[in-house]
Structures are given as structure tokens and as C-alpha cells.
């Protein structure tokens, strides 16, 4: 075989798996960037219930009614974003694609944990707490990262 063609084969037979790459990654890509996108209008939207992590309601006299509200959310990576983390790891440094998975992950939880709380006809939200779970080690599987995380709170309306 000459050079040429094995030039050629290899041509033939790598160009189909740099298609899939260069498509795995644009498309995760403009789905991530989407999601973010959606959850920046959402945020907006709800920008006017307070939000914090304080154990104890300030002024509880006047609050009349309470709820707890949770926002849940199942998150992933795709492939190509877990790769590159899987690798990332071998040689240390910060995993980014691992920290926008959860920022994404966290932010989504909280915007569930606010449309609870507006449909309740709540406007603030008080001792915020966050927890998560891998669901991929659970599995015991390789492949996308997957988290589960919940937020929840205590949703309080104050009335007259």
C-alpha cells in the first residue's frame, strides 16, 4: 500500500468521527448556551421575591402564611464535555465543564424553588439550602455527568 492511499483510508474512515465530534460539540454547545439564555429571562421574572439563606424570618409577626417549596432538577453533560473532564482530571486544574453543569444545575433549582413559592403566593424565601447527588457514580457508569440537586426553603407571605 503507498502512502497516498493509506492517507486516504484513514481519510475515509476518520472523517465520519470528526463529523460526530464537531457536531457533539456545537449542538451541546448551543443547547447549553439556550438553557442559560431561558433561565436569565426566568431569573428576570422573578427578581422581585427576596431570597436568602437566613435560618429565621425577620419580623415573623407579620407573616401569615409559610411554605416549604423545593425546586429539583436532573442535569447532564454531554460526552464530549465529560471527556474533556475525565481528562482534565488526570493532570489536575480546574474542571469547568463539572462547574457548569452544577452552576446550571443550581441556578434552574432555585428558579423551580421561586415559581413554587410565586404560586403559593409567596414573595420571599427564607433559609435556603442546596443538596446534590451523582447520579452517574450511582450507576456505576462511564459517560455523560449527571447531577441531581434540590434546593428548597421556607416561602413566607406577609399579610395584611
Known amino acids: 500500500m503507498e502512502n497516498g492511499e493509506v492517507f486516504l483510508l484513514i481519510l475515509v474512515y476518520a472523517t465520519p468521527l470528526f463529523l460526530l465530534?464537531?457536531?457533539?460539540?456545537?449542538?451541546?454547545?448551543?443547547?447549553?448556551?439556550?438553557?442559560?439564555?431561558?433561565?436569565?429571562?426566568?431569573?428576570?421574572?422573578?427578581?422581585?421575591?427576596?431570597?436568602?439563606?437566613?435560618?429565621?424570618?425577620?419580623?415573623?409577626?407579620?407573616?401569615?402564611?409559610?411554605?416549604?417549596?423545593?425546586g429539583q432538577v436532573v442535569i447532564a453533560t454531554d460526552y464530549f464535555k465529560s471527556l474533556a473532564t475525565a481528562l482534565r482530571s488526570l493532570v489536575g486544574g480546574e474542571l469547568r465543564a463539572a462547574n457548569s453543569l452544577m452552576t446550571r444545575g443550581r441556578r434552574e433549582a432555585v428558579v423551580r424553588l421561586l415559581e413554587e413559592a410565586r404560586r403559593h403566593g409567596c414573595n420571599e424565601v427564607y433559609n435556603l439550602r442546596f443538596g446534590f447527588s451523582n447520579i452517574s457514580q450511582m450507576r456505576g457508569k462511564r459517560g455523560a455527568m449527571q447531577v441531581e440537586i434540590l434546593a428548597w426553603g421556607t416561602a413566607v407571605q406577609r399579610g395584611a
Not at 32 to 46: G, T, Y
Not at 49 to 62: D, Q, T
Open 21 to 70: 465530534l464537531f457536531c457533539g460539540v456545537f449542538l451541546g454547545g448551543l443547547a447549553e448556551r439556550s438553557h442559560l439564555k431561558r433561565l436569565d429571562e426566568r431569573e428576570r421574572e422573578l427578581a422581585g421575591i427576596l431570597l436568602c439563606n437566613l435560618k429565621r424570618v425577620p419580623g415573623e409577626e407579620g407573616v401569615t402564611r409559610s411554605h416549604l417549596v423545593l
